[in-house]
RNA sequence: GGCCCCAUCAUCUAAUGGUUAGGAUAUCUCGCUUUCAAUGAGAAAACACGGGUUCGAUUCCCGUUGGGGCUACCA
């Protein structure tokens, strides 16, 4: 049974990469039946950020994934803590980290260091002169741990670095990428444990994925250099590691780092835009990951059952929005009217000021373009001339080589049949097949008659078929519409 | 600088010790059609380079180059 994390630190919003690491988390826990937690990793109290917490998980809801245990949001939209390992949130552990740091400092894996910051650049600067690698330089590495007491007793200030060992290789096999050495010697006697008394992320996370028994340790390629140090705390400790797995990272076009300077990178700036969960999950998860043959449309069920880390690709991949268009429109084509109705309710009543909403009509109002939008919002955005008839120029009203003279009598001859029709005939597929009867009868060509008629119903050139606008718009309002046409030849 | 990782069309990627190197997005062309969209058919488009190993390398090995990540009392 595999238990895997997602440990945020609540910095400002959900990074797209992050949830890429959570999905990911996610799927894998899933697939074997086991956990899948959340951790909030929240040891720089000088990052934090205001609301972050909920924020994130509201994002991960929103996406559809919920922790099994550790933080989440409660019944009341309130965040909660769920689970006997708890608890789940750093900064409520100071205590745990202080006795695992006594234990490394009593054993001697870990010692106090009284460097000031500048003393600490200056090392790293000569070293950078000198083209070394950089490091802490073990100034205090040999005092003793009675002496360093004193000294703190004394009101010194003081960090815990761990005691690395300077000879032999710390060696994992990385689920994704296989086999990775690094020389002991380059291992940097990091700290453990801050001044202000909290442990930086070195220790807290092999501290709570061990207490917690995590199993996988799923998370970014930028921390597959700090894994020898994880690694060797484990070893300190006397502890099993768990497995881990380094996800490639997600890229700029330019294949850099994935930034905000490039774009939004904000789960939340997607959301805002208009595109569907289903959309984005789907896009995140094939950005490095494709189940082998060539099928593309994933729910996050279907992922559960099929995603494997042996398939995920080593090399970072470009966050390619025009791919996540058309997933979103892919999306958005198959999905049901009324639900659509329901996702667009609020931009609806917000735009268009709309007070009693009917799923039934408002699906109907999306149809006509939902095969023409990217996202929701434009969707919504593409339905305002059934709202509200556009100022269209009467130009637009001749069909090619005809005039408005002729525009004017087909709208006319136009009104006159449709306005025989029966209120209860009043569909797109009746009054398809009535119209082009009167057509034949007349002996138009359809462009002639067709394109006057949607531009006098939607006054766009480019629009849904007239007979399906027809349809939405009721026949008062069409023949209302025809009429207004003509008033502008006129 | 040091350490680590990576390398197939523009992008996301598949496959293989011998293939016309496949698909998707984007682009373009044609068809359908009352427009746009959708859709159908097609086009253009890739194995970074150099050495090996091999009868044969895109595939395996080494190197080069290129790109990326890390190099904090940030995560």
Known sequence: MIR?????????????????????????????????????????????????????????????????????????????????????????????????????????????????????????????????????????????????????????????????????????????????????????????????????????????????????????????????????????????????????????PDKSKLSKRQGDVAVE??????????????????????PGDERELFSLEELIKEFSLEKVTKSGAVFNLEKLDWYNKEYLKRMDNEELAGICRSLMMEKYGITNYELGIMGKILALEKERATTLIELVENVKFVFELPNYDSSILIWKKSNLEEAKNILQGLINSLDTFSVQDWDKTTLEQKVGEWIKEKGFGNGNVLSPLRVALSGQQNSPGPFEIAEVLGKEETINRLQTAIKKIT
């Open 4 to 252: 895997t994390r997602f440990a945020p630190s609540p910095t400002g919003f959900m990074h797209v990469g992050n949830l890429k690491m959570a999905i990911t988390d996610y799927l894998i826990s899933k697939q074997s039946g086991g956990q899948f937690l959340l951790r909030v990793e929240d040891t720089d109290r000088t990052r934090m950020v205001e609301g972050a917490v909920e924020n994130l998980l509201h994002t991960l809801n929103w996406v559809g994934i919920i922790p099994d245990e550790g933080v989440k949001l409660g019944q009341d939209g309130k965040v909660v803590q769920v689970g006997d390992k708890g608890p789940y949130i750093q900064s409520e552990r100071l205590e745990i980290y202080h006795k695992y740091v006594d234990e490394l400092l009593g054993k001697g894996h870990a010692y106090y260091c009284f460097c000031s910051k500048e003393r600490l650049e200056e090392v790293r600067k000569k070293q950078e002169e000198n083209k070394q690698a950089t490091g802490y330089d073990g100034h205090c590495r040999d005092i003793i741990l009675a002496d360093a007491k004193k000294r703190i007793e004394a009101g010194e200030g003081a960090v815990v670095r761990m005691r690395t060992p300077k000879e032999g290789v710390t060696k994992f096999n990385d689920l994704i990428r296989g086999e990775v050495v690094f020389e002991n010697k380059l291992v940097d006697d990091q700290v453990i444990l801050k001044s202000d008394g909290f442990p930086t992320y070195h220790l807290a996370v092999v501290v709570d994925d061990h207490l917690m028994e995590i199993t996988h340790v799923i998370r970014g390629d930028e921390w597959m250099s700090s894994t020898p140090k994880h690694l060797v705390l484990y070893e300190m400790f006397g502890w099993q590691p768990p497995l881990f797995a380094h996800l490639p990272l997600l890229l700029n």
């Open 269 to 290: 700036d997607y959301i805002k835009k208009g595109y569907l969960p289903e959309a984005i999950i789907n896009f995140i998860a094939f950005l490095g990951w494709n």
